[in-house]
């Protein structure tokens, strides 16, 4: 279409008149074209809902699976806890404990004192 070109519009002419057979025909036409266009929005709408249907599924299979996840995760979080109760329990004994070398040492010393005793 160039530039300067413009559509030009379709006058509606009084004078002319239809019979009823044209317009049946005519009328016919037209509904048969709207109901194809119809037919193919239709069908459209069949793909689309059987696509929204499987991301649906597969949405609720990754909701499933993360849930499980989740679960795992809380079950791993409280053995970690309790794994860190254990170990500090554990690190306040080592305190308390004598080292073997430093419980030999003073096993002589005694039996030193005892001997002079």
Known sequence: ??????????????????SPAE??????????THNEH???IREDSIILNRK???ITEVL?????????????????????????ED??????????KV???DFLALTRRVQKLESKI
Request: aromatic fraction near 6%; glycine fraction near 6%.
């Open 1 to 18: 279409m160039k530039k300067g070109a413009k559509k030009e519009k379709v006058k509606f002419n009084e004078n002319i008149h239809y």
């Open 23 to 32: 317009m049946n025909r005519y009328l016919g036409a037209l509904c048969e």
């Open 38 to 40: 119809l037919k193919g």
């Open 52 to 54: 929204i249907n499987n």
């Open 60 to 84: 609720s299979d990754h909701t499933r699976i993360l849930n499980e996840h989740t679960k795992k995760l809380d079950s791993h979080t409280e053995m970690i806890g309790v794994l860190m």
């Open 87 to 96: 170990v500090s329990v554990i690190k306040s004994d080592l305190k308390r």
């Open 99 to 101: 080292d073997y070398d």
